[in-house]
């Protein structure tokens, strides 16, 4: 990006609201952060977790209000239908209808799979606060996308030691997320493809995630959003304990 | 010959100062090989523990798993590997598991931990797995879901025999995995970490509710004289599918050898530390006894005794104190190296220790091994007679005349 391009961002912020934002590299980040979680929202999403031996296919539904509070019900397989999973700030809880349990997961086991996948829970978590883990610098850009690279900030507790996202200037929202462990190693790259409409808002319907790690490889998990309703009213009620059980028929 | 009667006689003569010599190299060769014998006694011991209370003599896996232990570098058809271990004659017993890492959930907490489905009855020879049991009973064969676990993990989340818990986890086939378990038994082995975090069930049942049918992570192998697990292990490369490998535990359990190696050194360092201290202490020794014996020394010269048959005299002396030394110190040394392997060395008082450092032994038979014993004796006797020839050189330098007038 060149330095004129850098000026006049900073200008805009000035003009628009510096007030809420430390730099124009953070109000970037903030904007694609709520244009991926939105007020509210509501999904049905196919997820397709492919190995070097299986296939499988799994379908949910889920909930969330803002970035802190989202409920996840697998509707699909037969034999994993109703197990529903709670997430509240940092805070996750699972309901297997099987065992008629509801277990907290626990920080230890918040880098394992989750649902076989080759996201983590830690995805499920922490996913959204990179405003307040990472600091983002901008590397560039070209006449489509933007180049950030995100550092963990020393003091949070993060899985990444850096993070660096492509985001489309038409739609600010990302398009590749590269995440790097703490010695500077390519981990995996998720890949936000087909962006659609609903309603006023746009948003990415193809996730692909290409886990890098080397006995990972012929891994690959695909999130495609069949269905999707933003910014109208959830009710509350998914997202205490009990909720968990509740909806999980 | 004649410098061996003239030695006797001289060794004879002087017998006060002989004795202190023999003594000393006597004490000091039967330390040496009680040392050695002790320390090497006390590796073996410990990784003869290691090895027998889980990961077993020779482990057979999918060619990566080791490098990249995922639920795609499996054994996925366990029974072709089960036909060639059968088929093998040096091998006295063997057993699959199915090791993998599950979310337990108890009545008040959930705590993550390995979950293994393991063959009961071939697990009984493999490991000491049965023989640690503390509280409840161990597994059989026709179990459902049983599960017996290790004493740590049970206090973590809280559970007892008898009591119920969860597990969350991921099948083979990468699918949603979840069951109710009852805790059948509850076993210590010492290693705190293993106690902490590993479990198991039958590995019939494990197959069903994790997708695992035909398939496993490992399986152990006993052989028929576990001291050729390296022998075994290559044989079976030679026999099994290139897809898996044979690894005895001189390479599953690197770490622990090298940690031992490195342990070993430092003993020999300290011996050596030691053997330095005792070899000016000969030397001194000899000093003075040699030069205490200047005026005879330079008689002998005066009547025409070259330097170089003194000397030899002297050195025959030496050398005939140096190997009767060495062969009582070696005799003392492995008498006591053979009973304490009969016998082994109980320190009740450092069990505690032994636990925090992942070591299950705290009684220590030494080594009995007679090579490594004439080594020590070999070292020894080198010792004693090197430290003797620079006072023996230095008193043959003197002119006779002088040595005559020596008090």
Known sequence: ?249 | MIFVKFALRNIRAYRNRSLVTILLTTLTTAMLVFATAFQDGSHDKMLENAVEIYPGYVQVTHRDFRDKPSLDNLIFDAAAVRAVLAGHPDIAAFGERFETFVLYAGPEKAVGGMLTGIEPEAEKKLSRLASSLVSGAYLESGDHNQLYMGYELARRLKVKVGDELSFVGTGADYSFAADNLQVKGIFKTALFEFDASAAFVNKQYFDEVMAAGNYASHFIVLPARPQESDVVAADLNKRLDQEYQAESWRTTMEGLVQAMLVDSIFGYLTLGVIFIVIFFVILIYTWLTVFARMREIGVLRAVGTLPGQVQQMLITESVLLALLSVLLGGIIGACLAYYFNLHPIYFSFSEEQFKQYGLAASSMPTAFEPLVILRDMAVMFVLAVGSTLYPIVKVNQVRPIEAIHHV
């Open chain 1, 1 to 249: 990006m060149n330095p004129l391009k850098i000026l006049m961002a900073a200008m805009y912020v000035l003009v628009h609201g510096a007030a809420v934002s430390a730099s124009p590299v953070d109000d970037l980040v903030k904007r694609v952060e709520d244009n991926l979680n939105g007020k509210t929202a509501y999904m049905e999403f196919t997820m397709v977790v492919q190995t070097k031996r299986s296939k499988r296919t799994m379908k949910m539904d889920s909930w969330a209000i803002g970035k802190d509070k989202s409920f996840i019900k697998i509707t699909y397989p037969g034999k994993d239908s109703g197990i529903t999973f709670l997430k509240v700030d940092k805070a996750m809880w699972q309901y297997v209808p099987r065992i008629e349990k509801t277990i907290k997961i626990p920080a230890s086991m918040m880098l394992q799979s989750w649902m076989g996948s080759d996201f983590t829970n830690d995805d499920l978590v922490r996913e959204s606060s990179i405003t307040e883990d990472y600091q983002a610098t901008l590397v560039g850009d070209d006449d489509k996308e933007y180049f950030l690279d995100l550092f963990a900030r020393p003091e949070a507790p993060v899985v990444w030691g850096r993070i660096r996202m492509h985001i489309s200037k038409k739609f600010f929202l990302p398009t590749t997320v590269s995440y790097y462990d703490e010695e500077g190693a390519l981990v995996r790259v998720l890949d936000y493809l087909e962006v659609k409409s609903f309603g006023e808002r746009f948003y990415p319907t193809h996730w692909v995630m290409l886990p890098q790690a080397p006995e990972k490889e012929g891994h690959r998990t695909e999130v495609i959003i069949d269905h999707a309703v933003f910014d109208e009213e959830i009710d509350e009620a998914y997202f205490s304990k009990r909720a968990l059980k509740r909806f999980s028929r």
